[in-house]
């Protein structure tokens, strides 16, 4: 009997971890699990260094450790979205993503492949790419301005939409047996959104790469 091959994705954030982890069947995947990990610190520590060890060693107690034992060839994780103006953010966020990423390689034996949330979203969802036909206060393009325009993200969508709610829609349509985490007043926890952010990041890639239709 052959042993099943299992990819992993994370996306990554100092606050939660998303993890997807599909079955590989060779041109799809099969969701196995979409879960999230929150590591939080306490006491918390002075240094800021060493508060992201301990968060490393909060992923790994739950959840590296426990699946370590599957097959798992291949790990994708998101690249980090550098968009702050606080260049101590910046640097928090990369060293957190590349200590993951060895703590991924010394648990797993695998090294990470990369993609961007860009490539992740166009990907996984081409449906999403679409021309503008209209400016950010709503009114009409003129159709020359529209004819020259390429397809971007979100196209179809007004510019305040709130894209990370629209991929999990997306994603909840293709897995309906997925139970998310809502607060005490019945809206969508922050970690869903990291869930379906690394479900989108997994299904990005393989398909980028031709390995998944």
Known sequence: MIEPKYILALDVSTSCIGIALFEDMGDRGNLKLLHHVS????PKPLS?????????????????????????????IEEPLLQSNNVNTVATLLRFNGMISKSVYD?????????????????????????????????????????????????????????????????ADLEPQITWFYDKNNKLKKETFDMSDAYVCCVGYMKKQNFWV
């Open 48 to 76: 800021k260094m060493e508060e992201l060890f301990r968060k490393v060693e909060i992923f790994e107690s739950e959840f590296l450790f426990k699946y370590k034992a599957f097959n798992i060839t291949k790990v994708i």
């Open 107 to 171: 648990t797993l034996g695998v090294v990470p492949d990369f993609i961007s949330s860009y490539d992740a979203r166009k990907y996984a969802f081409s449906q999403l790419m679409a021309i503008r036909t209209h400016k950010k206060d709503g009114t009409p393009l003129p159709p020359k301005q529209i004819a020259k325009n390429l397809p971007v993200l979100f196209g179809a969508y007004g510019f305040d939409v709130d894209k990370k709610y629209v991929l999990y829609e997306l994603v």
């Open 39 to 42: 590591p939080k610190v306490t």
